[in-house]
């Protein structure tokens, strides 16, 4: 069966977006690979001369064997990352899911009210309140330490909505059975409603580890020293020292790009059923 124009047009403007898309990523891996000042040259290569693995050694291994761990400081940088956006992920989770299930179904003085602010705190920029967190901070102590990093990320505004959104698609009349059953509040959720949130909570934790892996402003503010940097901000002290080196920069790029990439494609099943599922009930 022949397409019909319409239908080869719309698959050619898919086929070129995702080629646009995919493109610049694609050309980092490639440079990356590059040896070391090829990527300056002009007219500017779209292919390496030879495949190198020298970036990627000297950015990984070499400053590991002669003990100077810190002089990129990528792969700390990297236990850092993983290690914040783990416990940020799963407190996170610990304290949002609750949350959006108890806006969405339990009945308590000032629910309404309390949404209404919460909604509307989302129009406020996050930058405007980085300073006065920064000082709230300063006066705990928590500057320069990972709670400083994983503690404004525990409670999302968008995290609680978007469970609380998905949460209103169960249906009453099963909560109100398990109730007059005799079941507690906390049984219910347990047992009940977090078996049904499973793809939502997935894609929550998706987003979550996401945006704690990619968060670059707020530790680059929170973090002075440069043992506890994560990933972005190491990146973005070896763009300071070493902006001349294009194929380290695309090495250090890539390191940063594929643990999440691999995540997100390993996860995308989940993902895209939980987006859907927090989309059924308005």
């Known amino acids: 069966m022949a397409l019909k124009p319409r239908a080869i047009l719309a698959n050619a403007a898919v086929a070129l977006l995702t080629a646009l898309t995919i493109a610049p990523l694609l050309y980092m891996v490639i440079v990356s690979f590059m040896p ?5 040259n002009l007219p500017t290569p779209l292919w390496p001369s030879h495949w190198s693995l020298e970036n990627y050694h000297e950015l990984l291994v070499r400053r590991l064997i002669d003990g100077a761990w810190f002089d990129y400081r990528i792969v700390p940088a990297l236990f850092n990352s993983v290690a914040i956006a783990a416990i940020s992920t799963l407190l996170g989770l610990l304290l ?3 949350a959006g299930y108890a806006f969405a179904k339990l009945r308590f003085r000032g629910r309404e009210r309390l949404l209404k602010i919460l909604i509307a705190s989302l129009v406020v920029p996050g930058q405007v309140a980085m300073l006065p967190l920064f000082l709230i901070f300063k006066q705990l102590g928590l500057v320069n330490s990972y709670a400083g990093v994983i ?16 949460t209103l698609a169960i249906p009453d009349e099963m909560i109100d059975a398990a109730r007059i059953d005799g079941a507690s509040e906390t049984r219910i959720f347990v047992t009940i409603v977090l078996p049904l949130l499973t793809p939502i909570v997935v894609t929550l934790a998706l987003f979550m580890f996401l945006g704690s892996w990619n968060d670059f402003l707020w530790p680059l503010i929170v973090l002075a020293d440069q043992h506890l940097y994560t990933l972005p901000v190491a990146v973005a002290a070896i763009a300071r020292e070493h902006s001349a080196d294009g194929e380290l920069m695309m090495a250090a790029a890539v390191v940063t790009t594929m643990p999440v990439l691999l995540l997100f494609l390993a996860m995308q099943r989940y993902y895209l059923t939980g987006l859907l599922g927090g989309s059924v009930k308005g």
């Open 151 to 166: 503690l404004p990320s525990l409670a999302g505004i968008f995290a609680i909505l978007f469970v609380r959104q998905a």
């Open 96 to 98: 949002t899911v609750p």
């Open 36 to 40: 070391r000042g090829e990527s300056s």
